[in-house]
């Protein structure tokens, strides 16, 4: 396998989000589906050479600090300026018929910032490029901006970590992974005699661990700064191993970059495969997905960011959400997760009970899977409702989008509840 070199692009992006790593190289391995994944899945014709210069800026830029009109540009084509690996779709992708009665524009309404607004001003407001509403496994809406269509692939940010839970779910389903309640020692038996000792999977998956962490973006010398200095599964595992326990386990909530990097690597020594070769088996063949894909890699070592950056269509997003809701089976009821896998996963942790296994969790029983610049796949088993969004916000994060978003959220369940009625809404 031929060593990429790591570009800043995706050294800034290991610090600014919330990334897992994996590697697999044991007899586990499926080499069919490694070999698949390194072959290109796109058709699409190559770049302008405007469109490669845009390419070539964004490689030595930091995604945070890209404006929206580069957004626009790299966000669906991460594929041309970083190294990845390529997911590719099913020749039996899982239906998504349309509805017979679909939402119009003005069937939802909500309150927002003391006026009533409508899907229209949501859309414009929140710099949304991407959006679709799924009902009992039928499209109610779908909406493109900015010249875009449903095969075109869009980053996903942290989405990404839902997926990642997702997977675990197959490995246990698979005899991967015997139980969560495993240690994680059991597959890393290097970090015996760390703070790692006594930890288990679960705790890995609640982000709770109680192993010391410093976040801090702004700070030189923390330990997610420390991560781009990282190229290697190896390298991750001493770096984790040296720190120093700071709670028991399973009792404090640490967003921990690090922690998730570790899962990633757990979970691909487990299966013996890389995270895109387990996802191209158990959800873009198994399950069914439609269009081309692609897992952003970390750089020389080739390994992905796991907690972040699939590139995947729309309408693929909302695949994975109806996967979700439909606990983990595809469309002949085969079981892709163990039959409980998503009860458990939204079963909130001790730690945060707003949290479950990288999946946020709402007040009632919704859920969701977030990333920053306004990625989001919302989640309503109540309403067998998928709602997936992608965006180009502004900031990475935005306490006044993230409101917004909320508010039309909540129009938007019951405008899809009325189908066609009038809806009605609260303030936010």
């Known amino acids: 396998m031929i060593a990429l070199p790591r570009p800043s692009f995706f050294q800034l992006l290991l610090i600014s989000t919330l990334l897992l790593f994996s590697c697999g190289t044991d007899s586990q391995t499926d080499h069919s589906f490694e ?19 845009m390419a070539d800026t964004l490689r030595e830029t930091g995604i945070l600090f890209w404006d929206q009109d580069q957004m626009r540009f790299g966000y669906r084509n991460t594929h041309h300026i970083g190294p990845v690996r390529f997911l590719h779709p099913s020749e039996t992708p899982f239906p998504l018929p349309e509805a017979d009665v679909l939402l119009e524009p003005f069937d939802v309404l909500y309150l927002y910032n003391n006026g009533a607004r409508d899907l229209d001003y949501f859309l414009r407001e929140t710099d949304v490029s991407g959006l679709i509403v799924l009902k009992n496994g039928q499209i109610i809406l779908e909406h493109y901006a900015e010249g875009r269509n449903e095969t075109d692939p869009w980053i ?28 994680v020692t059991l597959y890393l038996p290097e970090l015996e005699g760390s703070a790692y000792a006594g930890v288990t999977i679960e705790n890995l998956l609640h982000m709770a661990s109680g192993v010391a962490w410093n976040e801090d973006y702004t700070d030189p010398d923390s330990d997610v700064a420390q991560l781009e200095h990282i190229s290697t599964a190896e390298e991750l595992v001493a770096y984790m191993g040296g720190l120093p326990r700071a709670a028991a386990p399973g009792t404090v909530f640490t967003y921990s970059t690090g922690e998730t990097n570790l899962a990633g690597v757990l979970l691909s020594r487990a299966t013996g495969q890389s995270l895109t070769a387990y996802a191209q088996q158990k959800l873009w063949f198994d399950f069914g997905m439609e269009h081309p894909a692609s897992w952003s890699l970390m750089g020389e070592d080739e390994i992905e960011h796991g907690g972040c950056c699939i590139s995947a269509s729309l309408r693929d997003y909302a695949r994975i959400g109806h996967f979700a809701l439909n606990a983990g089976q595809n469309a002949d009821g085969t079981q892709i997760l163990p039959a409980g896998w998503m009860g458990q996963s939204v079963n909130p942790s001790p730690a945060n009970r707003g949290y479950g296994y990288f999946w946020w969790l709402m007040t009632d029983d919704r859920f969701a899977g977030s990333g920053i610049f306004g990625q989001h796949l919302h989640l309503n088993p109540e309403m067998n409702l998928v709602v997936a969004i992608q965006s180009t916000w502004p ?24 189908l066609g009625g009038s809806s009605c809404c609260s303030e936010q």
């Open 395 to 418: 900031e990475a994060t935005n306490s006044a989008y993230s409101a917004h978003r909320s508010a039309f959220l909540d129009g938007l369940t019951q405008a899809a509840e009325n």
């Open 156 to 183: 996903s940010f942290s989405v990404t970590k839902s997926v990642l839970s997702m997977l675990f779910g197959a490995a246990v389903q698979d005899g991967f992974i015997r139980s969560t309640d495993d240690l």
């Open 35 to 53: 070999d698949l994944v390194l072959q290109r899945s796109f058709p699409e014709a190559a770049l302008s050479q405007d469109e490669q210069d």
